[in-house]
């Protein structure tokens, strides 16, 4: 897909050439600059860098591979495909030691023009992303930047989150499979908020046993219990005017769930073993990986703390959902290793990107980190993230199935209804991995309309 906004520098002493190319591309929707020389291309390079240099091996006066070097020494992350003849394949392949993408060997037809132009692009852009990130690290950039992507799940999560700024009392409950960046969403909600210069603090739910758990978010007095040598702040306590993260809400014991009910709807509480009301100035931020309303159906979850914990819902989606964000993605990870690690890893090689776009990561966001992180540490002389860095399992994977839309069309015998609508909530079930909440959400219904309609239908 082209770039309209994208730039592109043509380097070549023949007019014929500059030409076609040119022509090419601006058809195909990039805007295209020209240069017959070496010295020329450099002072529009440090003018105004263009998105991709397209630079011909050959030229009057300084040659291709000067350039190129002259040209990196300004600007590192510059984009630039070598273009050459037979008899200079050996310059141009000694000028990707130099930093240059690929090349071209002229003459050569334009699709395979195209392909390399979009592969370049695409490169750039990546290189763009990294150069962005690791300048906003050193910065210390906003927790709210942590959160990459630029599809429409991402985009609506993030503007959730900066209409939820306004309010820095209301409980929030964050949805998502594990690995997805709940915590990332629950640190964003809080740094955006007016609470932002107080401390937020994280439990999980799940690791501790129900005694020390609510020691942990409550505190305890003195005695007790066995080992309860002196008292203890608890986790509302020392969060004071600030938020607390409650992970795993789901596996919170049914006597934890009573004390925080209470924390939630009179903001006090009390010390395990107190008789002292304190008062809580805290945001409650609950996660949870597990279906709430489905614990709450088989008993194992207060329905009225559900409700009260469900004040505004945020689902996370699953990377396999955007998989669009997985380059934005792996340049945010590579920035932020390259600062972590003192490297210069340039970036994703296209037919490593294509492993990572297709692949359907069942551990998300948190895995995709995983991959990368390993490439840097197993591959420390690589300058780039290749096919062969990946893990086997990215590269025998099986290309993520794409789901075609159901759109229902009226042939000249006509439709049943009935089974439009089956079929939509089939597909919707399918998706949903039968989860009736997440198809119910899909279909733009409620749960209970969901089951009736599936009731209805004889598919419960």
């Given at each position: 897909?082209t770039n309209?906004q994208?730039?592109i520098?043509?380097?070549?002493d ?6 076609s ?8 929707g990039?805007?295209?600059l020209?240069a017959?020389?070496?010295e ?11 998105d ?5 091996v ?5 040659d291709?591979?000067q350039t190129l070097?002259?040209?990196l020494?300004?600007?590192p992350?510059?984009?630039?495909l070598?273009?050459?003849a037979?008899s200079t394949?050996d310059i141009?392949?000694e000028?990707?030691k130099?930093g240059?993408i ?8 334009f699709?395979?023009l195209?392909?390399?132009v979009?592969?370049?692009i695409?490169t750039?852009?990546t290189?763009?992303q990294?150069?962005?990130?690791s300048?906003?690290k ?10 990459v992507?630029g ?9 959730m ?5 306004g309010s820095?009392?209301?409980t ?5 499979e594990?690995?997805?960046?709940k915590e990332v969403?629950?640190r964003a ?6 609470r932002a210069e ?10 501790l046993?129900?005694?020390?758990l609510e020691?942990?978010?409550?505190g305890?007095?003195?005695g ?8 203890k702040?608890g986790?509302f306590?020392?969060?004071?005017g600030g938020s607390?993260m409650l992970?795993?809400?789901g596996d919170l014991p049914?006597?934890?769930q009573?004390?925080?009910l209470?924390l ?10 107190g008789?002292?009301?304190?008062k ?12 709430l309303?489905?614990r709450v159906?088989?008993g194992r979850?207060?329905?009225d703390l559900?409700?009260?914990l469900?004040?505004?819902r ?6 396999r959902d955007h ?7 792996a340049?945010?990870f590579?920035?932020r290793?390259?600062?972590e690690?003192n490297?210069q890893?340039?970036?994703v ?7 990572l776009?297709?692949?359907?990561w069942p551990?998300?966001v948190?895995?995709?980190r995983?991959v ?5 540490i ?5 300058d ?9 399992e990215l590269?025998?994977a099986t290309?993520?199935?794409?789901t075609e839309k159901?759109v229902?069309?009226?042939?000249e015998e006509?439709l049943?209804l ?9 597909e ?5 991995s039968?989860?009736?909440?997440k198809a119910?959400r899909?279909?733009?219904v409620?749960?209970?309309?969901l ?5 209805k239908h004889?598919?419960?």
């Amino acid at each position: 897909m082209t770039n309209p906004q994208a730039r592109i520098l043509v380097v070549d002493d023949e007019k014929l050439i500059r030409w076609s190319v040119a022509e090419r591309l601006q058809r195909d929707g990039y805007e295209v600059l020209s240069a017959e020389s070496g010295e020329q291309a450099l002072e529009i390079v440090s003018a105004s860098p263009p998105d991709l240099v397209l630079l011909d091996v050959r030229l009057p006066g300084i040659d291709g591979v000067q350039t190129l070097q002259r040209a990196l020494a300004v600007h590192p992350d510059l984009a630039v495909l070598m273009m050459s003849a037979h008899s200079t394949v050996d310059i141009a392949v000694e000028a990707m030691k130099h930093g240059a993408i690929d090349f071209l060997v002229k003459p050569f037809p334009f699709q395979a023009l195209d392909a390399a132009v979009e592969r370049a692009i695409a490169t750039a852009r990546t290189r763009h992303q990294i150069a962005e990130i690791s300048a906003e690290k050193g910065k210390g950039g906003a927790a709210l930047e942590a959160l990459v992507g630029g599809s429409a799940m991402m985009e609506q999560l993030r503007s959730m989150i900066a209409r939820l700024a306004g309010s820095d009392t209301t409980t929030v409950l964050i949805e998502g499979e594990s690995g997805v960046g709940k915590e990332v969403v629950a640190r964003a909600i809080h740094f955006q908020s007016g609470r932002a210069e107080r401390p937020i603090l994280q439990v999980n739910c799940a690791a501790l046993p129900e005694p020390l758990l609510e020691s942990e978010l409550f505190g305890h007095e003195r005695g007790a219990f066995t080992d309860a040598h002196s008292q203890k702040r608890g986790l509302f306590e020392t969060a004071g005017g600030g938020s607390v993260m409650l992970d795993e809400i789901g596996d919170l014991p049914p006597g934890g769930q009573a004390k925080l009910l209470r924390l939630l709807e009179n903001k006090t509480f009390r010390r395990v073993g107190g008789v002292q009301e304190l008062k809580a100035d805290v945001r409650v931020i609950a996660a949870t990986n597990v279906n709430l309303e489905e614990r709450v159906s088989a008993g194992r979850f207060r329905a009225d703390l559900f409700f009260r914990l469900n004040v505004v819902r945020i689902v996370v989606p699953a990377l396999r959902d955007h998989l669009e964000d997985v380059p934005g993605l792996a340049a945010h990870f590579i920035g932020r290793f390259n600062q972590e690690m003192n490297r210069q890893v340039r970036g994703v090689a296209a037919a490593a990107m294509e492993v990572l776009k297709a692949y359907r990561w069942p551990g998300n966001v948190r895995e995709l980190r995983n991959v990368i992180e390993r490439a840097f540490i197993l591959h420390a002389g690589a300058d780039e993230i290749r096919p062969e860095h990946l893990t086997p399992e990215l590269r025998q994977a099986t290309p993520a199935k794409r789901t075609e839309k159901l759109v229902p069309r009226i042939t000249e015998e006509g439709l049943v209804l009935d089974d439009v609508e089956r079929k939509l909530i089939a597909e919707a079930m399918e998706r949903a991995s039968g989860n009736q909440s997440k198809a119910a959400r899909l279909l733009g219904v409620s749960r209970d309309t969901l089951r009736y309609r599936l009731k209805k239908h004889g598919m419960a």
